[in-house]
């Protein structure tokens, strides 16, 4: 499987990027998906999933209610919508392919990652 994520930029605080994610090499829609994120120094922390279907989605507390991830099986991609950024979402953002029993809250509930691409929040 092949992840490409992209989207990132630099972006003033109180905006709004789109992350997406374009998938290859698996049948796309039998696949759970998640975004992860990572500072420096810092482990990588689970931001938020999406069943095979879309129907059932996940957020981590800290994301709630400001980022939707969605997938569009079509296309094969998945997307992460921020809006309301503030600095401490500034990280390397990382999708990743279920695909073990591990929850998929953590990194070893996935067997495949994408590159990752920067997101910075300037204040």
């Known amino acids: 499987v092949q992840l490409q994520a992209s989207g990132g930029g630099l972006v003033q605080a109180g905006g709004s990027l789109r992350l997406s994610c374009a998938a290859s090499g698996r049948t796309f829609s039998s696949t759970g998906m998640g975004w992860f994120r990572q500072t420096p120094g810092k482990e990588r922390e689970f931001v938020a999933f999406?069943?095979?279907?879309?129907?059932?989605?996940y957020h981590a507390d800290s994301v709630k209610g400001r980022f939707t991830i969605s997938r569009d099986n079509a296309k094969n991609t998945v997307f992460l919508q921020m809006n309301s950024l503030n600095s401490e979402d500034t990280a390397v953002y990382y999708c990743?392919?279920?695909?073990?029993?591990?929850?998929?809250?953590?990194?070893?509930?996935?067997?495949?990652w994408g590159l990752g691409t920067l997101v910075t929040v300037s204040s």
């Open positions: 990743a392919a279920r695909g073990t029993i591990m929850s998929f809250t953590t990194q070893a509930g996935y067997d495949y």
């Open positions: 999406i069943s095979r279907s879309g129907s059932n989605t």
